[in-house]
């Protein structure tokens, strides 16, 4: 490891996060073990970060400081006939001594740790009472002489009391402190941790602000990158078609595979945000299961979850108020934009196409073209936007999946005008094109992806999350 590197341990008693601090901080899940079992972590790891290609900084997992209490007496009680010693000395001299280090193995490997490197988090659970080994565990590090940045972890909790520590870091000298959950991170909570490394670390404070704008930038790319993937998602399932001649049956089976196309571009979805947000496939468990443990199914094109979504179109739909899952682009005449009444026979709907229209509508004459519904397609823009939001907040700790709640941010009402009126827009693409011939040949054009970018962000909660990234 180069000079220049700068080395940061992680400090504090057993199971208060560090370990899983270092998963969140670097998103690397497979990093260490996390577990509720005290001393899982007995070596010192060391996880580099680079900035620009090159290593800047290197983060030390170290074992929990289980004996403070016996480890502070006896540093304190050593001595010199000669000199007084200062905190570094004693620590120094507690290191030197092989007797010593056999009897407290563990702590001595964290402080020979500490005194190597340029600075030090201590990580603490804000739901435990302060007690007489963290003030000796404060004791010690401060007897180091090195910066110290007190972090309060598990502050997500309902029992979190962080003031009690913040009074106590302070009788430390320790001023500046961080509350960071490492399961439900602050947004934007990499940058801010540099940052505030760099206000300690005043020699470094230049690669410290640079490592913090590069988490902040890396940040903005993957939220628009995500954001694209579903705007991607949203056109191709509006613009997705299946003709049927117009009998039951062979409506029944088309609207079937209809649908099972448009489960599988929603499937893919959430398998390449789950890459792109670097979570693997444990952490949702689709949107197929239940909700707050509820049994239902919570299928794009079961009417049970547009209701539970409080979807209810109303006398504005476009489909007619109804909860369609999909619907008959021949019969429901609005989404052709030619105010046809429902109902209408197929050669009026199709008079509102328009010159490519009419080729059209003599083409599928006697047979039915079916797309997904109104409804549907605001699930599956909701639904999944929300899944980008929980992504977003969610640490690279977290053990439990995702679980998203029907009540979530994106709100079923909002931007629902909005929504339609662009769906509709794609399905008129969608059949404009294949009049030409020219969908298979050219998918679904970019401009509709970048104007259903803007359209989800202002219809959906990502909106507030794109508004703090403006400044990168
Ligand atoms: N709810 C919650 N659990 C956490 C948080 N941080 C850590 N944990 C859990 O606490 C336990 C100990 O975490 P670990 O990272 O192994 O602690 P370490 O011993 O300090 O490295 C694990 O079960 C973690 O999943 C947090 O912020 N919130
Ligand atoms: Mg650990």
């Known amino acids: ?8 341990a992680v400090v504090g008693h057993t199971n208060t996060g560090k370990t899983s601090l270092l998963r969140t901080l670097t998103c690397d899940q497979s990093f260490g073990q996390v577990t509720d079992a005290p001393g899982t972590t007995r070596e010192v790891i060391s996880l580099p970060v680079f900035l620009d290609g090159a290593p800047a900084l290197a983060w030390f997992d170290t074992p929990g400081l289980e004996d403070s209490v016996g480890l502070r007496d006896w540093i304190d009680g050593l001595s010199d006939p000669v000199k007084r010693l200062d905190g570094v000395e004693r620590v120094e001299r507690f290191l030197n001594d092989p007797q010593a280090r056999a009897h407290f193995e563990q702590e001595s490997r964290v402080l020979a740790q500490v005194l190597k ?3 030090l988090l201590y990580v603490v659970d804000a739901r435990e009472n302060v007690l007489a080994k ?15 940045l007190p972090i309060l972890n598990f502050v997500a909790s309902q029992q979190a009391n962080p003031q009690p520590w913040i009074d106590v870091f302070a009788r430390h000298a320790m001023h500046i402190h961080l509350s960071f959950d490492t399961i439900s991170p602050p947004i934007n909570g990499q940058q ?7 206000q300690l670390l005043g020699a470094r404070q230049t690669v410290l602000r640079a490592l913090g704008q590069q988490a ?5 790319h993957r939220l628009r990158a ?4 579903l705007a991607t998602l949203c056109v191709t399932s509006a613009a997705c078609r299946r003709r049927a001649q117009d009998e039951p049956d062979a409506v029944v089976a088309a609207t079937g595979l209809l649908e099972q196309e448009v489960r599988g571009y929603e499937r893919q979805f959430v398998t390449d945000l789950l890459k792109l947000y670097q979570f693997s496939e ?24 547009l209701k539970a979504l409080g979807i209810d179109l109303g006398k504005g739909a476009a489909v007619g108020g109804a909860i369609g899952a999909t619907f008959d682009v021949l019969t429901a005449g609005l989404s052709l934009g030619a105010g046809t009444a429902i109902g209408a026979t197929a050669g009026s709907a199709w008079q509102g196409l328009g010159r490519w229209g009419k080729d059209l509508g003599a083409k599928i004459l006697g047979q039915r073209e079916l797309m997904v519904g109104d409804a549907a397609l605001i699930v599956l823009v909701k639904r999944n936007a929300d899944l980008i939001q929980a992504l977003e907040r969610r640490g690279h700790a977290a053990q439990q999946p995702v679980v998203l709640s029907p009540k979530a941010a994106s709100g079923p009402d909002r931007g629902a ?3 339609i009126r662009f769906f509709n827009i794609v399905r008129r693409q969608s059949l404009r094109l294949d009049a030409l011939g020219l969908l298979r040949s050219y998918g679904p054009q970019r401009s509709l992806t970048e104007q259903a970018q803007t359209v989800i962000v202002q219809a959906t909660g990502l909106k507030a999350l794109l508004l703090d990234e403006l400044h990168c």
């Open 1 to 8: 490891m180069t000079e220049n590197v700068i080395k940061v």
């Open 117 to 119: 490197s340029d600075a």
């Open 134 to 148: 963290h003030r000796d565990e404060l004791h010690l590090l401060q007897s180091c002489g090195k910066p110290v």
């Open 192 to 198: 801010a941790m540099y940052e505030t490394l760099g």
């Open 216 to 220: 902040a930038i890396q940040r903005c």
């Open 226 to 229: 995500a954001v694209s993937l």
């Open 282 to 305: 444990h952490d949702f468990l689709t949107h197929t299961t239940g909700w707050d443990g509820s049994s239902w199914s919570t299928d794009l094109f079961d009417k049970q979850t």
């Open 417 to 419: 005008k909005e929504l």
